[in-house]
Antibody, heavy 119, light 108 residues
Framework: EVQLVESGGGLVKPGGSLRLSCAAS????????ISWVRQAPGKGLEWVGR??????????DYAAPVKGRFTVSTDDSKTTLFLQMESLTTEDTAVYYC??????????WGQGALVTVSS | DIQMTQSPSSVSASVGDRVTITCRAS??????LAWYQQKPGKAPKLLIY???SLQSGVPSRFSGSGSGTDFTLTISKLQPDDFATYYC??????????FGGGTKVEIK
């Protein structure tokens, strides 16, 4: 059974940093594309960034609003995905989901981790 | 980036009704389109992919159609479990992945 479990959410001040984790199981981690998708309170879904499979180079891509501030990385030995977030603003307040990305959509999702940026 | 525009933003319907949601892309995306259902406090669930293919385990009352810029999600006979918010998403991984703004299906 595929499982994705996010952790690391919490309250952070504007300008601060936070690192989210996504512990994955039930599939071959290095064969997967995995994305971060966020949802601000009461708003819609927004793709944040991804890491591609090792076979596809293991490279990362980011949405424009987070490029240069957020970094997606992995610890393959622990089958864990990370989202390092820097220079946070109130606009980054959201529930952050990790999700496996197939060519046709996001198939498996975690339960989400709430990040609140507030002074 | 390709913009995805959904309409309506909300719809009130009764159990047994037929509900249609539309999604328009700002440029042609062939059939690179997925539909998701999201219930409050839960992660989205993939319903339809490649514009018209039903994801495994999804009831057949859900169907999708369209290609290019105009797409439709139809729920043929609304069930109590279907009251939720629905999102379209363009899935061409060579581009920034984008979602529509969502359509909330509410009880009439």
């Amino acid at each position: 059974e595929v499982q994705l479990v996010e952790s690391g959410g919490g309250l952070v001040k504007p300008g601060g940093s936070l690192r989210l984790s996504c512990a994955a199981s039930g599939f071959i981690f290095t064969n997967a594309w995995i994305s971060w998708v966020r949802q601000a309170p009461g708003k819609g879904l927004e793709w944040v960034g991804r890491v591609k499979s090792k076979a596809d180079g293991g490279t990362t891509d980011y949405a424009a609003p987070v490029k240069g501030r957020f970094t997606v990385s992995t610890d393959d030995s622990k089958t864990t995905l990370f989202l390092q977030m820097e220079s946070l603003t109130t606009e980054d307040t959201a529930v952050y989901y990790c999700a496996t990305e197939a060519s046709y959509g996001f198939v498996y999702w975690g339960q989400g981790a709430l990040v609140t940026v507030s002074s | 980036d390709i913009q995805m525009t959904q309409s309506p933003s909300s719809v009130s319907a009764s159990v047994g009704d037929r509900v249609t949601i539309t999604c328009r892309a700002s440029q042609g995306i062939s059939t690179w389109l997925a539909w998701y259902q999201q219930k409050p406090g839960k992660a989205p669930k993939l319903l339809i992919y490649a514009a018209s293919s039903l994801q495994s385990g999804v009831p057949s009352r859900f169907s999708g159609s369209g290609s290019g810029t105009d797409f439709t999600l139809t729920i043929s006979k609304l069930q109590p479990d279907d009251f939720a918010t629905y999102y379209c998403q363009q899935t061409n991984s060579f581009l920034t992945l984008t979602f529509g703004g969502g359509t909330k299906v509410e009880i009439k």
